[in-house]
Every structure is written in C-alpha cells, then in structure tokens.
C-alpha cells in the first residue's frame, strides 16, 4: 500500500531524515512516536511532498516516485493519493465549515459543486457536524475545527490519511471527541499514518508502531510489544519519560 524508501531530508548542513525505510499495508493504522525533532512531522510532509525529501523513493498503491527526479505532474500525482490534517486546523477563517470541505472538491479535483456539497454533507455528519455547515470557524470550539480538517481530509477520498499530532493544540476536555472520530475512521479500515503524543490512543487503535528519534526509526513493531516489551534503550528511556506509569519489562 506505502511504501518508503530509504527517504532523506536536510535543511541546510541539518539533516532530519537518514534514510528511512517503511512499509504500511493497506489498511493499516501506523503511529509514529518519538521525542520533539526527530523527524516525525517532517515524514509525513515528505510523504505528501509538503517537504521535498532530498533521495529516496515514495510509492503509494499502483503509483511509485522517484524523490530525486520528480517532476511536477509526479508530484500531483503523489499528493492525490493522500491527504493531512494538521495539528492547527488550516481552515479558511471566511469560508463556512460546508465551503471549507468543499474546497478541495471543487479546485483541485474539479468535482462539479452540487457533487461535492452533497459528498462534504456527509463526511460532516460522519465526524458530528451536520448541524455546523454554516457556521464558521470562530463559532467554532477547537475540537470541532479539527473535526472539520478531518472531514476535509475523508471528502478526498484518500488512499492514505497522516495525522500530524491532531490533538497536540487542543485543551484537555476536547482531546477525546477527536480521538473519537478517528477511532471510528480506523474501524472502517482506512489507511492512517498518526503522529501523536497520546499513548492511549496508539495502544488502542495503532496495528503497528513506530518509534523514531534522530532521523532514524529506532524500533517498531506491535503496540503490545513497543510498550510493554521495548528491545531498544532508547525506546525504554522515551516511554519511561513520557508515560506516567510505564507498563513495560527491561
């Protein structure tokens, strides 16, 4: 389903990204941890070439791409076969909740409007929203702007969804209702790449997990085993600090 390889990305003399290697089945939900600066936010902005990454190779599904040498129709390409939502929402601040998803719809896959009000509608409802169409986004909590930038996401119909740490600008009491929502995307089996901080939510719904830190991928493997039998120092140390009581054997 994705597959990258051996993907690097340097800004300047910096490099973030040393070569990683990763493979995610369709359907499959990845959680990628790890300590601030290691290089999580960075791959997914490679993988939808927010970022262009420097080497390596990119495929999703049936479409595979040479970072090195892509061109401009590549690149479209690649980016109609994902979509982000981002940690601070992204929403256009003089468009409805409804023209919001709507938008990509209509301008960047050219969907005739009546299509994709009916297609917006229904994502809206999915994440909660169908009594917001007209509101904006300052009528809105965070936890429902974010559900909007989910819904922009779905209405695309991706092959793959990357969440970038989607709860990380959220108060405490609106954290859950967005997990919800993407607790019952994994369950219809969508495929998800999640950068987060929340260890419950990667416990739960995570199929396979991801520790990174210094542009690399230290470790990965089944939720079960990254947290309850990590086989890297470094991984021990990251959970030690991060969860308050850690369920994990050395």
Not at 6 to 32: A, P, Y
Not at 59 to 65: N, P, S, V, Y
Not at 77 to 95: C, D, E, I, T
Not at 198 to 213: I, Q, T
Request: with cysteine.
């Amino acid at each position: 389903m994705i597959k990258l390889t051996g993907i690097t990305k340097s800004f300047g003399k910096h490099q973030v990204l040393q070569g990683i290697d990763l493979k995610v089945d369709k359907g499959e939900v990845v959680v990628i941890l790890g300590p601030s600066g290691s290089g999580k936010t960075t791959l997914l902005r490679c993988i939808n070439y927010l970022e262009r990454p420097n080497e390596g190779r990119i495929a999703i599904g049936d479409f595979e791409l040479d970072c090195a040498r892509a061109g401009k129709k590549d690149i479209h390409a690649l980016r109609g076969k994902s979509a982000m939502v981002f940690q601070h929402y992204n929403l256009f601040k003089h468009k409805t909740v409804l023209e919001n998803v709507m938008e990509g719809l209509v301008i960047v896959q050219r969907m005739p409007k009546e299509t994709a009000r009916r297609r917006s509608v229904e994502v809206l409802e999915k994440v909660g929203l169908g009594e917001k169409l007209d509101a904006y986004p300052s009528m809105l909590s965070g936890g429902q702007q974010q559900r909007v930038g989910i819904a922009r996401a779905l209405a695309l119909n991706p092959e793959v969804i990357l969440f970038d740490e989607p709860t990380s600008a959220l108060d405490p009491e609106l954290v859950g209702e967005v997990l919800a929502v993407i607790r019952r995307i994994a369950k219809e089996g969508i495929t998800m790449i999640v950068v987060t901080h929340e260890m419950g939510f990667a416990r739960d719904v995570a199929n396979h997990v991801v520790f990174m830190d210094g542009g690399v991928i230290v470790e990965e493997g089944a939720p079960k085993d990254i947290f309850n039998k990590p086989q890297e120092e470094r991984t021990k140390q990251f959970l030690k600090r991060i969860m308050p009581e850690p369920t994990y054997s050395i």
